[in-house]
T-cell receptor, first 117, second 117 residues
Framework: GAGVSQSPRYKVTKRGQDVALRCDPI?????LYWYRQALGQGPEFLTY????????KSGLPNDRFSAERPEGSISTLTIQRTEQRDSAMYRC???????????????FGNGTRLTVT | AQTVTQSQPEMSVQEAETVTLSCTYD???????LFWYKQPPSRQMILVIR??????QNATENRFSVNFQKAAKSFSLKISDSQLGDAAMYFC??????????????FGKGTKLSVIP
């Protein structure tokens, strides 16, 4: 498809389990962002990649959260030892240009809804 | 750090009428981008309109227009001739220019717009 694709769409996991969320950006898009959105709130920045380089991970809440984009395309957000407070919608976005010169908007995926029981 | 404030958690408008959603932001930068995103019940994130701060002219996109008051750091969205399909959460967002610190989108908490038939 032409848009940002995220999988799975829904994920229910038990507390303490690890989860991996996948993002497939629009082909050719340089920048990739991960956001987390709690119900009734705006998206909150987690981390950003320019090609395969993780340029900013200041939004990751703690060291249980990590992300990678090894070949500059697909990205995986991993949450280890999940806790109930991790339950949220996790969104990926991509844009054509890198942060050094951007005028193109972010294109968001439909998100992965994570529920930790 | 930049902050974005949407002071209206919920708004309603009669179909075919006009509604204005408020947004204020805080930044020490003189140039930046501002955006309005729409999130319908499907929970997609759809870019509605964007404004470059250096442009004096207010952006317009069909029935959507903004009132950008740079000195007041205000960026309101006006929806004219409201339609049932406009019902959604609306998020105001801010983004620095390249090279001006963090470049992620910073979102407000959103305004839920209901359209009354």
């Amino acid at each position: 498809g032409a848009g940002v694709s995220q999988s799975p769409r829904y994920k229910v996991t038990k507390r303490g389990q690890d989860v991996a969320l996948r993002c497939d950006p629009i082909s050719g898009h340089v920048s990739l962002y991960w956001y987390r959105q709690a119900l009734g709130q705006g998206p909150e920045f987690l981390t950003y990649f320019n090609y395969e380089a993780q340029q900013d991970k200041s939004g990751l809440p703690n060291d249980r959260f990590s992300a990678e984009r090894p070949e500059g395309s697909i990205s995986t957000l991993t949450i280890q030892r999940t806790e109930q407070r991790d339950s949220a919608m996790y969104r990926c976005a991509s844009s054509l240009e890198g942060a050094s010169s951007y005028n193109s908007p972010l294109h968001f995926g439909n998100g992965t809804r994570l529920t930790v029981t | 750090a930049q902050t974005v404030t949407q002071s209206q958690p919920e708004m309603s408008v009669q179909e075919a009428e006009t509604v204005t959603l408020s947004c204020t932001y805080d930044t020490s930068e003189s140039d930046y981008y501002l955006f309005w995103y729409k999130q319908p019940p499907s929970r997609q994130m759809i870019l509605v309109i964007r404004q470059e701060a250096y442009k004096q002219q207010n952006a317009t996109e069909n029935r959507f227009s903004v009132n950008f008051q740079k000195a007041a750091k205000s960026f309101s969205l006006k929806i004219s001739d409201s339609q049932l399909g406009d019902a959604a959460m609306y998020f105001c967002a801010y983004r620095n220019l390249p090279g001006a610190g963090s470049y992620q989108l910073t979102f407000g908490k959103g305004t839920k717009l209901s359209v009354i038939p």
